[in-house]
């Protein structure tokens, strides 16, 4: 982030400090309850949002090396990302064009690409290699039994895949994200980080839930009072529309010494944690010393559940003992605060909003990002 952006912002959050007040909207809005509950809801956001939008699948760091693989199931379709020869990402339907087996499983790296059930190979650009007993296909032309591409991209250090095969091949991501947000995630350098680990988590509510906990701060002083309340101003945020992307800045106690220092001295990203949102699924967030990402999807046919990747990300390679346990520890805390705390209020909601309890909820002035958030996914799947 650019040191005129971070300055800006800074002087937001001091002017929000000495009135007592937060970026607000101009009035409460509501949404209909069966938004996280309703069967129709879903298929219509799962058509749309999963289907015809880029998905983040994670940061470059993971496919390092030709020949470097990871697999995804999240999104309903079964996908392959590969880094191939040439160096370039590509991702696949993860189906066998024998009889639809899976490819590969989890990750790693391969020189080639073989079907465990017969042993069909494929190279890294997805192109057929080998039958086994080719002559008992006669009349199946390899050339034209490559897995089926996707469309992928690596753009400032994120993996972007589109999860249909029928979408056109080439995915603009600079355009997908805006050129004010696309220059911001450029400016963290995520090309140069390090993967520590990704932990899938299931939980029983619908997928916007776990995007909303992230989106105000007004539970804090409540939910968490225990745990990470004491670390963030209370009840304050910053809020910014990047399209139906968004970026809040939770701005913590720490930065109470700083309001005397000159703006020379002034260090956002060490007195803020910031959490944007890349639409539809992915909340970004920076951390003083990390990047965690939390992907959500939502479970088919399932509105009431949920699966998401948590995805702990570091500047410098994780490659001892003491770094390991850092990240461990790290990681376990965010785990424990959002899974032990957030979560279950979550699925408190989704049995009132499943047992049909309540008609709408209500987005206060002070949740801009929520509802922001919440309409830009009507909108959306509205226009679709």
């Known amino acids: 982030m650019n040191r005129h952006t971070q300055i800006a912002l800074m002087r937001r959050v001091f002017a929000h400090l000495r009135a007592g007040t937060t970026d607000s909207a101009a009035s409460v ?18 058509a749309v949002l999963f289907r015809r939008y880029p998905l983040a699948m994670g940061l470059a760091c993971q496919l390092r090396q030709p020949g470097d693989f990871m697999t995804h ?84 250090g ?17 355009a997908h994200l805006g050129a004010e947000l696309d220059a911001e995630l450029a400016s963290f350098g995520l090309a140069g980080y390090h993967h520590y680990e990704t932990r899938l988590i299931n939980r029983a509510m619908n997928w916007k839930l776990a995007i909303d906990t992230f989106l105000e701060p ?30 809040e800045v939770l ?23 910031l959490v944007y949102v890349l639409f539809p699924n992915t909340v970004f967030v920076v951390q003083v010393d990390h990047v965690e990402t939390w992907r959500v999807f939502p479970v088919p046919g399932r509105p009431g559940e949920c699966a998401m990747h948590l995805d702990f990300y570091a500047p410098d390679p994780i490659d001892t003992d003491s770094a390991r346990g850092h990240w461990a520890r790290n990681m376990d805390l965010t785990i424990r605060t959002v899974c032990e705390e957030d979560f279950p209020a979550c699925e408190g909601m989704q049995f009132a909003f499943n047992a049909g309890a309540r008609s709408d909820v209500v987005y206060g002035c002070n949740e801009p990002a929520l509802a922001h958030y919440q309409r830009s996914v009507r909108a959306v799947v509205a226009a679709a």
Do not use: M
């Open 158 to 174: 994120l993996i972007w895949v589109v999860p249909d095969p029928e979408a056109p091949p080439a995915i603009d991501i600079a």
């Open 251 to 273: 701005p913590r106690r720490s930065l109470d010494a700083l309001a005397a220092q000159p703006e020379e001295q002034w260090d956002l990203i060490a007195h803020n944690t």
């Open 29 to 46: 809005e509501r949404n209909a309850a069966a938004a996280y509950a309703g069967h129709e809801w879903l298929a219509r956001e799962q």
């Open 73 to 156: 199931d999240l999104s309903g379709l079964p996908i392959l990302i590969v880094r191939g020869e040439d160096g370039r990402i590509g991702a696949f339907v993860n189906a066998c064009a024998h009889r639809g087996a899976r490819v590969a499983h989890g990750s790693g790296n391969r020189r080639k690409l073989a079907c465990p059930y017969h042993g069909w190979t494929y190279r890294l650009d997805g192109s057929l290699r080998g039958i086994p007993d080719e002559r008992s296909f006669p009349g199946v032309d390899k050339c034209t039994h490559g897995l089926r591409p996707l469309p992928a991209a690596e753009h400032d």
């Open 218 to 247: 007004y539970h804090l002083a409540v939910l968490h009072r225990q745990t990470v309340a004491p670390l963030f101003q209370a009840n304050l945020c910053l809020f910014d529309a990047f399209g139906p992307h968004l970026r």
